[in-house]
C-alpha cells in the first residue's frame, strides 16, 4: 500500500509495469524542484505527453500537476539534461520488490543508467554504460557501500520479485514465527499483500511457517505480481492507494491508473505565480543561529554519551561477558565467522548483538533502547573511557561555543573606496598572467592565436613552454622569471589535459631558436603546430589547477592563471579543478561565490567589471569544478 509516507515494492511494480506500457519513450526536459523532487517530461508516439514526478525516497508516477521550475536550474538538473535530453528510454526496471527502479536510456552511442531510490532518505543516481557512478543527488557513504561518482553502483538482492521455489521453502522451513510474518518480512510483501497471499493459497495467516505448503504459496504469491502487473484495478481507501483490491478492502474511489490514485493521496503540489523571495537574514542573526545550533548539537551528543555510559554500567556483567567471550573467539575464528555464529545462535546474550564492525574490532550492543558500540579487545572500563573522552571533547566545543557568543558579531567592513578598472592592453586578448615575480606570460587561446605567438611576439629573450599533450596552447614567458612552476602549471591546465579529466601533465620548456615551422622531408606541420628540435627542460607531473579571482590594486580586474601567482594579485579568488560542470556552468557558479564575498558598498565599482563574461575568459576548456577559495 502507498501511503503519503512512501511507496512499498508492491507498489512500485505496478507504477513500473504502467511505465512501460508506454514505452517507448524519450526524455525532453529535466527540472528540479528542491532538494529531493525532480520531474522528467517525456515524449512518446503520436505526439504524446507524460510528466514523470520523482521524490526521491518518497514516490515515483506519473503527474498532471508541478510547481514552477526554478528560473535558475540547479547543477544537479543541469548536469541531467546535459547527459539524458534526446535520449531514448529503452527499459524501465525495478530490482526485485526493492524500493529501486532504474531506466536504461540509449544516446547516440552511449547507455545510461538513471536509478532512482525510495528507500530511507532516497537518491537519484546517473551511471554510465558499465554502472559506474556519474553524479548522484546525494553523496553517501554507508558500511558496505559509497555513492559517490567514479565508484560502481551496485544493487543488492535479486533481480526478480519474489523468492524462487526452494529459497521460499527454506525460508519457511527455518522460520520460529507464522506465515503471514514470515511472508510479509521474508518476501517483502507487508503485512496485508502477506495476508492476501495466504488468503490466496488457502492458508490460516497464524499457521507456523514450518507446516505451511510452500507450494501453495509460491503459486499465490505469482498471481499477486500477475495482477499488480497485467491486471490492476488501482483504488484509494482510507489508508492510503492501492493497485488492485484487496479481499475485505472497502474503496473510497476507483482510478482509470495507479499513478491517478497516488496524485490523489499525496498533497497537492500548488503551483505559485512566481517565485517566492525570502527576507535576508542579517549576517549577525545566521552566525547566532548557527551558533545556538551548535551549542543544542553538543548538548545532545554531551547527554547522549553520559547516558550510554549509565547503560554499559547498569549492564556491567552482559557487556563484561560479551567482550570476554568475543575476545576469545576472534584469537580463533575470522570476524565472519563470529558474525555467522551469532546470527544462529539462540543465546540470549548473542542476541543482545545487533551488528558487527570487523574494522574495529567491536560489535553493537542491545542496551536499554539504544545501540552500544563495545569494543571487544578492551576491558569495560577502557570502553568507558572513551565515551568519556567524547563527553570532554564535545564539552570543550560548548565552553567554546558560548565564549564566542559572548562576544559580539563583527560587522563586515564596507571599504568605500575609488576603483579604476584596468585599461585594455594588447595582450588581453590572449591568455595572460603575471607571473608572482612580476614576469608576462603569454598562452594562445586556438591555434591561430598559437600562430600569432610564435611568428609575431616571440623574441630571442623568451622562452617557449607547452604540455607535453595533444592540443595545448603556446604559452610564451616574456623574459626571465624564477617562477617555471606556474608558468608549467599555466601551460598544463590549459592543454587538453585539463579536457580530458587528467589531474597532472608533463611540460617542457624549450628556447625560441629551438622553435620552428619547416619539417623534415615527408612530414606535414598543422596549423598552430611547431617543430621542437634539440633538448628540452621537462617539468613532470604539473598539477593541473586553476584560480580566478578579482583584484583591486592598482587597478579592478578579473584575473585568472595559476594558482600561486593569481593569489599573490587577488582579494578573493575560487579554485578549479577538472570536473563535470561545462565552462559556461562554472563561470556562472565562480563568479556567484565571488558575488557573495564583495560588500554592498563595493559591489558599484566591481558590478561593470565583475562579470561572466570576463570569467568564463579564464575557465578552461573542458568540465570543471570548484574546489574552493
Keep these: 500500500m502507498a501511503t503519503t509516507q512512501g511507496m512499498s515494492g508492491v507498489d512500485l511494480l505496478a507504477v513500473t509495469a504502467e511505465l512501460r506500457e508506454h514505452l517507448p519513450l524519450w526524455i525532453n526536459k529535466i527540472y528540479q524542484y528542491d532538494n529531493k523532487m525532480l520531474s522528467i517530461r517525456l515524449n512518446g508516439e503520436e505526439h504524446a505527453k507524460y510528466h514523470l514526478l520523482i521524490e526521491s525516497g518518497r514516490r515515483i508516477h506519473l503527474a ?38 532504474t531506466f536504461v536510456i540509449g544516446k547516440r ?5 538513471l536509478v532512482i531510490e525510495l528507500f530511507d532518505e532516497g537518491n537519484v543516481i546517473l551511471c554510465d554504460d558499465q554502472m559506474t557512478i556519474i553524479k548522484p543527488l546525494w553523496h553517501h557513504r554507508f558500511k558496505d557501500r559509497e555513492v559517490i561518482p567514479g565508484v560502481t553502483y551496485t544493487y543488492s538482492g ?5 523468492l524462487d521455489q526452494e529459497a521460499l521453502k527454506t525460508l519457511l522451513s527455518t522460520s520460529d514465527r507464522e506465515v503471514v510474518r514470515t511472508m510479509a518480512v521474508g518476501c517483502m510483501l507487508g503485512g496485508q499483500y502477506a495476508e492476501e497471499v495466504c488468503a490466496g493459497a488457502g ?10 505448503d510452500p507450494v501453495a504459496l509460491k503459486a499465490a504469491l505469482e498471481a499477486l505480481f500477475t495482477r499488480v502487473s497485467n491486471d490492476r484495478d488501482p483504488v484509494v481507501t482510507a489508508g492510503g492507494a492501492w493497485p488492485i483490491v484487496l479481499g475485505g478492502m472497502t474503496p473510497i474511489s476507483h482510478h482509470p491508473t495507479f499513478s491517478q490514485a497516488l496524485e490523489a493521496i499525496y498533497p497537492l503540489v500548488v ?17 547566532r543561529i548557527q551558533q545556538e545550533a551548535a551549542l543544542k548539537s553538543f548538548d545532545k551528543k554531551i547527554v547522549l554519551n553520559k547516558a550510554i555510559v549509565d547503560l554499559i554500567y547498569e549492564n556491567y556483567s552482559l557487556v563484561a561477558d560479551v567482550i570476554k567471550t568475543l575476545d576469545a573467539a576472534s584469537r580463533t575464528l575470522s570476524w565472519q565467522e563470529i558474525g555467522t555464529m551469532l546470527k544462529e545462535s539462540d543465546n540470549p546474550v548473542a542476541r543482545q548483538v545487533a551488528g558487527v564492525h570487523p574494522a574495529e574490532a567491536a560489535v553493537d550492543l542491545l542496551l536499554g533502547d539504544r545501540k552500544v558500540l563495545v569494543h571487544v579487545h578492551e576491558s569495560v572500563e577502557v570502553n568507558v573511557e572513551r565515551y568519556y573522552a567524547q563527553i570532554k571533547k564535545f564539552k570543550k566545543k560548548r565552553d567554546g561555543a558560548v565564549t564566542a557568543m559572548e562576544r559580539p558579531v563583527a560587522k563586515k567592513v564596507s571599504s568605500k573606496v575609488h576603483l579604476t578598472p584596468l585599461k585594455k592592453r594588447w595582450y588581453h586578448r590572449f591568455r595572460w598572467f603575471f607571473t608572482s615575480d612580476n614576469c608576462l606570460v603569454l598562452g594562445g587561446r586556438d591555434a591561430g592565436q598559437n600562430e600569432e605567438l610564435v611568428k609575431r611576439y616571440m623574441e630571442g629573450g623568451d622562452t617557449f613552454v607547452h604540455a607535453d599533450v595533444h592540443g595545448a596552447s603556446v604559452v610564451i614567458v616574456k623574459g626571465k622569471t624564477e617562477r617555471m612552476n606556474e608558468v608549467a602549471q599555466f601551460a598544463a591546465s590549459y592543454s587538453g589535459a585539463w579536457r580530458s579529466g587528467h589531474f597532472s601533465a608533463d611540460v617542457y620548456a624549450v628556447r625560441p631558436d629551438q622553435v620552428s615551422k619547416t619539417p623534415e622531408a615527408g612530414e606535414f606541420v598543422s596549423r598552430g603546430s611547431f617543430i621542437v628540435r634539440g633538448e628540452r627542460t621537462y617539468f613532470k607531473s604539473v598539477p593541473l589547477g586553476v584560480a580566478i579571482g578579482y583584484q583591486t590594486e592598482p587597478n579592478v580586474a578579473v584575473i585568472g592563471g595559476p594558482v600561486n601567482a593569481v593569489e599573490a594579485r587577488t582579494e578573493q579568488r575560487v579554485l578549479l579543478k577538472p570536473g563535470p560542470y561545462e565552462p559556461n556552468d562554472i563561470a556562472k557558479k565562480v563568479l556567484r561565490q565571488l558575488r557573495e564575498t564583495i560588500p554592498e558598498g563595493d559591489w558599484k565599482g566591481l558590478k561593470t567589471v565583475l562579470n561572466t ?7 578552461p ?4 569544478e570548484i574546489i574552493g577559495a
Design 109 to 113: 552511442e552511449t547507455t545510461l543508467h
Design 621 to 624: 576548456p573542458g568540465g570543471s
Design 203 to 212: 492458508i490460516g495467516k497464524e499457521t507456523p511457517a514450518t507446516e505451511a
Design 271 to 287: 503551483k505559485h505565480d512566481g517565485p517566492q523571495k525570502k527576507a535576508p537574514i542579517p549576517r549577525e542573526e545566521r552566525i
Design 158 to 162: 535479486s533481480s526478480e520479485p519474489g
Design 613 to 619: 563574461e570576463q570569467v568564463a575568459g579564464y575557465v
Design 64 to 101: 498532471t500537476v508541478f510547481p514552477n521550475p526554478p528560473k535558475n536550474p540547479p547543477s544537479f538538473a543541469m548536469l541531467l539534461r546535459k547527459y539524458l535530453e534526446g535520449g531514448r528510454v529503452l527499459e524501465i526496471r525495478q530490482q526485485g520488490l526493492q524500493r529501486v527502479v
